[in-house]
């Protein structure tokens, strides 16, 4: 069964840090981008960033560029999305995605975790 678990949310102040994790479990994501995307009720989803899993070649939106770092450790199954300054703006959801490379729609969705930011 193919899992992407998130965790790492919670509720801080403005200008700190968050790290969020996402594990996958389940199959190997050779040949798939895994992205960051984040959502607040009644919103669509927006994107935030995403990273080749083969290359490591990583992409940002432009609200989280200079702010906001993506990696992923192979060896682990992990990917990072490491968040600086954050912004009161940057409060919702963050669910990690795998999507096939040449295919628009993600394949795998996990459930989120919850970023707070207090001014």
């Known amino acids: 069964q193919v899992q992407l678990i998130e965790s790492g949310g919670g509720s801080v102040q403005a200008g700190d840090h968050l790290r969020l994790s996402c594990e996958v479990f389940?199959?190997?994501?050779?040949?798939?981008?895994m992205e960051w995307s984040r959502q607040n009720f009644g919103n669509e989803p927006e994107f935030v960033a995403g990273i080749g899993w083969d290359d490591g070649e990583a992409y940002l939106a432009p609200s989280a560029q200079g702010r906001f770092t993506i990696s992923r450790d192979v060896t682990t199954n992990t990917v990072y999305l490491d968040m600086n300054n954050l912004k009161p703006e940057d409060t919702a959801t963050y669910s990690c995605?795998?999507?096939?490379?040449?295919?628009?729609?993600?394949?795998?969705w996990g459930r989120g975790t919850r970023v707070t930011v207090s001014s």
């Open positions: 995605q795998a999507r096939k490379l040449g295919i628009m729609r993600a394949e795998y």
């Open positions: 389940g199959r190997s994501f050779s040949t798939y981008a």
